[in-house]
């Protein structure tokens, strides 16, 4: 199906998957790679992210990566201010995510550096609800079901909560990694194309995850293939958005699904 997102008023046409690149404005997040801290970090990955032909920047102040250490709200929020104020000089025009579970989070990114999409992993919490639908911004809600039959009754609860609310942008997120076993991420990925009965779109991020290098018992420096392979099966299940680390591999990955797609 085709999609269309209001960000700030414009359109933005998911008839064609999406790529969003990955900005982690953290010390520890678990790819060691992604981790952006100083300015110059920040600006060379925000235009490298649009070069490589990414659709959305998506920025994260707090890593949520397992056994990891919490980074409190003010943390996360200097962190985002930083990362924002940068992104906004250096690519004014960029559609922008925000990665974060906290809603005074979400505010202020939006209300102060006009962020145009709330990526929340929390799951979906009422409070994160009412300021999505107060902010009027798109949001992504993941699940931490572990099976996909529990993920669609989640989704199909948590949706109307939100349409209900008056919020009218949806993205779904499967929620790999969250909440999962390895069996189950997988269970999960074979099964993907039974979120489309929700008739919204669906973004998948599985880039580097352990579900990858857990399974090939290596590292997620060494996960490239496997993610790539991942995207692939991803989109040919009708994913309208790939959240990744490594742009350029994904955008690859979208134009040949579609010519696979134009030939079939």
Do not use: W
Not at 10 to 37: C, E, H, K
Not at 193 to 211: A, D
């Amino acid at each position: 199906m085709d999609y269309t997102l209001n960000v700030h008023g414009q359109l933005l046409d998911l008839s064609r998957p999406l790529v969003m690149g990955i900005l982690n404005a953290t010390p520890d997040s678990f790819y060691a790679d992604s981790r952006q801290q100083t300015e110059e970090d920040i600006v060379m990955c925000c235009n490298r992210i649009l070069a490589e032909g990414a659709a959305i920047i998506d920025a994260g102040g707090c890593s949520t990566r397992p056994g990891g250490e919490m980074a409190s709200e003010a943390e996360e929020m200097d962190r985002l201010r930083t990362a924002l104020e940068i992104i906004r000089r250096e690519q004014p025009q960029a559609v922008v995510s925000v990665d974060t579970f906290r809603p005074d989070v979400a505010r202020m990114a939006v209300e102060e550096f006009g962020a145009d999409i709330i990526n929340d992993v929390s799951g979906g919490t009422p409070e994160m609800f009412r300021m999505v639908t107060r902010l009027r911004v798109p949001y992504i809600l993941m699940s931490i079901q572990p099976t996909m039959r529990e993920m669609l009754l989640s989704f199909a609860e948590k949706t109307q909560q939100l349409r209900d609310m008056g919020a009218n942008d949806i993205i779904l997120d499967p929620g790999f990694g969250f909440g999962k076993t390895l069996e189950q991420n997988y269970e999960i990925m074979n099964e993907l194309e039974k979120l489309q009965m929700m008739e919204l779109p669906v973004l998948v991020g599985i880039s580097r995850k352990s579900m990858i290098y857990r399974f090939f018992d290596y590292t997620p420096n060494e996960a490239l293939n496997g993610t790539t392979a991942l995207n692939t099966i991803a989109l040919m299940k009708g994913a309208s958005i790939l959240r990744v680390h490594d742009v350029k591999e994904a955008v690859e990955c979208v134009r040949i699904v579609r010519q696979l797609n134009c030939k079939m």
